[in-house]
Structures are given as structure tokens and as C-alpha cells.
């Protein structure tokens, strides 16, 4: 079965242009012409991945997303920003509000249709990876994912040593115990605001400690940030 894919923008030509490519590429899309109507097909549809747009009627990308984050099964979803607003502060306030990746229009439909392959197999692969770890059931197609994913690592052992795993790759990466209680939290699929509130932080700050772990694991993104950690026993 195809994964869905939930495209939401006021101009019927964007979401025309998205939703024909997307359709082409093996993709099945449902479409909302504003916020109000988006986190319905939400709730209707259970989608993979959301492409939404900042500025629609009714309710605006961020309000969507924000209230998308404050449910715990959809805390991971990926979303794409695709908007023509590129100034520092509605990009600054996109990540604070959840969005894992900020394309600014015009954009190109191939890097659209790049970032949502890379956002997609991230995401089932950290998916399956928790199924994994608790013990539930995972698809030979999963199963396949977790073995190839894991093939580097598995193929060099740890040297001889009684600290755990997590405390190794801590200590490698210099994290302090502040960053870790933020990766532990994200990890969660939390908001900036969110974890701010849950550890007491303004939004701003958690920002700072977010672009730091990204910095120090190598990460382009939340997606990529959590996928380290779980590969690495950080979480």
C-alpha cells in the first residue's frame, strides 16, 4: 500500500503541481486548501509525511503543526514547510514549532520529492527500530532495514570495557547533562516549546541546546538527531 502523503496549501495550482508529482512518483496524496481542513484529513487519514504552506485561511501552518505536536502519536510526523516566507524569524519559528525541513518557494519538485524520500525512510526506519526494542512485530521488509542499517555497526565490537554503550558515545561527544536531558525529551517527538516546558527552558534556549546536538552528531535535522540517538543507546 502506497504511503500517504497530506499536502496543504490555499493555492490550488501549488497543490495541484505537489500532488500530480507526488501521485507520479508512487505516492497516495490527500490535499487541504488551509489548516482547519489539513488536521482534519489528519485525524481521517493517518498520514506519512505532511507538506504544509505557513500563510492559509482558517487556521496557518504554524497553528497546524503546533496542534499536530501536542498529540503523542503524531509527535514524529514529519513535516515539510514550503512557503515564500524566507526571512530568518518565520525559519527560526518554523523549527521551534516542529517542522523538520523549511523549503522556501519557488522550489524545485525533485529536491521537494528528495527531502520527502530521505524525511520518509528515516521515519520508518526509527518507527521500526521502537517496534523492534519493545519486542513487537516488524515486517520482513523492516527486518531487512534493521539489518542493513545495522550491518556497519554490528560488524566491529565494542572494546572491552564496563561502561554501557550510552556512556561511551556521551563521552565521545562531550554532551552535557543538560543536552542529554534535551535529546531524551525530543526524542519523544516533542516541540521546542514543549520540551521548554517539560525541562523549564525558555524556546529560545532549547533552540541553542537543539543546534548543539546537531552539531556535535553530525545532523542536518530532529529526524536525523533521533535516529543517531537510538542508533548510539543515547535514548
Not at 75 to 95: N, S
Not at 197 to 221: A, C, D, F, I, M
Request: charged share 25%; proline share 5%.
Amino acid at each position: 500500500m502506497p504511503l500517504t502523503i497530506l499536502v496543504a496549501d490555499d493555492d490550488l495550482g501549488t497543490r495541484l503541481s505537489i500532488s500530480d508529482y507526488l501521485e507520479a512518483t508512487g505516492y497516495f496524496v490527500v490535499s487541504a486548501e488551509n489548516g482547519r481542513e489539513a488536521l482534519k484529513l489528519v485525524e481521517d487519514y493517518q498520514p506519512h509525511l505532511l507538506v504544509t504552506d505557513i500563510t492559509m485561511p482558517q487556521m496557518d501552518g504554524y497553528e497546524l503543526v503546533r496542534q499536530i505536536r501536542q498529540r503523542p502519536v503524531w509527535r514524529l510526523l514529519p513535516v515539510v514547510f514550503l512557503t515564500a516566507r524566507t526571512e530568518t524569524q518565520a525559519r527560526v519559528r518554523g523549527y521551534q514549532t516542529g517542522c523538520d525541513v523549511y523549503l522556501s518557494k519557488p522550489f524545485e519538485l525533485q529536491e521537494l520529492g528528495a527531502v520527502i524520500r530521505n524525511l520518509l525512510e528515516r521515519q520508518q526506519m526509527i518507527e521500526s527500530e521502537w517496534r523492534f526494542a519493545r519486542g513487537e512485530a516488524v515486517s520482513e521488509g523492516e527486518q531487512s532495514l534493521l539489518q542493513s542499517s545495522s550491518t556497519q555497526s554490528s560488524s566491529q565490537e565494542f572494546e572491552p570495557t564496563k561502561r554501557p554503550p550510552s556512556a561511551i558515545a556521551i563521552a565521545t561527544l562531550n554532551l552535557t547533562p543538560r543536552e542529554q536531558d534535551v535529546l531524551k525529551v525530543l526524542a519523544d517527538g516533542l516541540s521546542n516549546v514543549q520540551i521548554g516546558e517539560h525541562l523549564h527552558l525558555s524556546p529560545r534556549t532549547v533552540e541553542k541546546y537543539v543546534s548543539s546536538l546537531l552539531k556535535k552528531t553530525n545532523t542536518s535535522n530532529r529526524a536525523e538527531l533521533v535516529r543517531f540517538a537510538i542508533d548510539h543507546h543515547l535514548v
